[in-house]
């Protein structure tokens, strides 16, 4: 069975730091293209960054480009969110995510970042930024 669980959630203040981690469990992530995304209260889903299985290829949404990066522990199949410099509108619901299908990818549009075909996500972490 696929499971993703975030961790790392909280409360910090604007110009401050998270680390959110994903660990992954019944499949390995090398095997998957992965993917971190947001949903705050009375918004659409947005991506933030997707890594390629094939290539290691990152792209990020332009919201969070130069403030938040990805890394991995391939020893521990578990993936990082570094974010930087949080400001209030970073204030979410944090979820990782993979896709497996061979169509699976994402695409970079407008300063957006979407998804295809990512058909795995955890429960996901709050993240508040206060002011």
């Known amino acids: 069975e696929v499971q993703l669980v975030e961790s790392g959630g909280g409360l910090v203040q604007a110009g401050g730091s998270l680390r959110l981690s994903c660990a992954a469990s019944?499949?390995?992530?090398?095997?998957?293209?992965i993917g971190w995304f947001r949903q705050a209260p009375g918004k659409e889903r947005e991506g933030l960054l997707c890594?390629?299985?094939?290539?290691?290829?990152?792209v990020y949404a332009d919201s969070v480009k130069g403030r938040f990066t990805f890394s991995r522990d391939n020893a521990k199949n578990t993936v990082y969110l570094q974010m930087n410099s949080q400001k209030p509108e970073d204030t979410a619901v944090y979820y990782c995510?993979?896709?497996?299908?061979?169509?699976?990818?994402?695409?970079?549009?407008?300063?957006?970042?979407?998804?295809?075909?990512?058909?795995?996500w955890g429960q996901g972490t709050q993240v508040t930024v206060t002011s």
């Open positions: 019944g499949f390995t992530f090398d095997d998957y293209d």
């Open positions: 995510e993979a896709g497996s299908s061979r169509n699976a990818g994402c695409v970079y549009y407008s300063g957006r970042m979407y998804e295809v075909e990512y058909d795995d």
């Open positions: 890594i390629s299985r094939s290539d290691g290829g990152t």
